[in-house]
C-alpha cells in the first residue's frame, strides 16, 4: 500500500525541484510557463506569481489535455513550465502527473511563501 510520502517521493524524483532565486530569474528571462496549482481561495489569500496562469490540481489532467475541450492553450507540451503550488507538495505531484501526460520540460519552485519572502514578482487575483 502506498502513503502520502511515496507519492511525494516519486514525484520529486520525477520532477527538479528548483531554488526560488532560479524560478525568479526564469520569470525575469520570461521563457517560462508559471502555473500555480492551488485552489482559488488559496490564491485569493495570498496572490499568485506574476503572470501565473492558474489551474487547481483537480483540474490538471483536463486542463493539460490539449484533446480535451477544457484545455489551456498555455499549456503546451514543448514548453517550459515552472510550477508551484502552497509548500512545494502539490506542485511535485502536479509535475510528476505533467511529465506522465509528455510534458517535456517541468519543474517545482516550490511554496508562494518562499518565493514571495525572496522578492518574487506576485499579483493579487
Known amino acids: 500500500m502506498k502513503l502520502a510520502n511515496d507519492y511525494l517521493e516519486e514525484a520529486n524524483a520525477a520532477v527538479p525541484r528548483i531554488s526560488t532565486e532560479d524560478g525568479i530569474k526564469k520569470h525575469t528571462d520570461g521563457q517560462s510557463?508559471?502555473?500555480?496549482?492551488?485552489?482559488?481561495a488559496d490564491v485569493a489569500k495570498t496572490g499568485t506569481i506574476a503572470g501565473a496562469v492558474l489551474v487547481a490540481r483537480g483540474m490538471l489532467?483536463?486542463?493539460?489535455?490539449?484533446?480535451?475541450?477544457?484545455h489551456n492553450p498555455a499549456l503546451?507540451?514543448?514548453?517550459?513550465?515552472?510550477?508551484?503550488?502552497?509548500?512545494?507538495?502539490?506542485?511535485?505531484?502536479s509535475g510528476k502527473t505533467?511529465?506522465?501526460m509528455g510534458f517535456e520540460?517541468?519543474?517545482?519552485?516550490?511554496?508562494?511563501?518562499?518565493w514571495k519572502d525572496a522578492g518574487g514578482p506576485m499579483e493579487q487575483v
Do not use: M, P, W, Y
Open 61 to 70: 489532467e483536463f486542463k493539460a489535455d490539449d484533446t480535451h475541450q477544457l
Open 98 to 100: 505533467l511529465v506522465e
Open 33 to 40: 510557463v508559471f502555473v500555480d496549482v492551488r485552489d482559488s
Open 76 to 93: 503546451k507540451k514543448d514548453a517550459d513550465i515552472v510550477l508551484v503550488c502552497g509548500a512545494g507538495g502539490q506542485a511535485a505531484l
Open 105 to 114: 520540460n517541468v519543474s517545482n519552485v516550490g511554496g508562494i511563501s518562499a
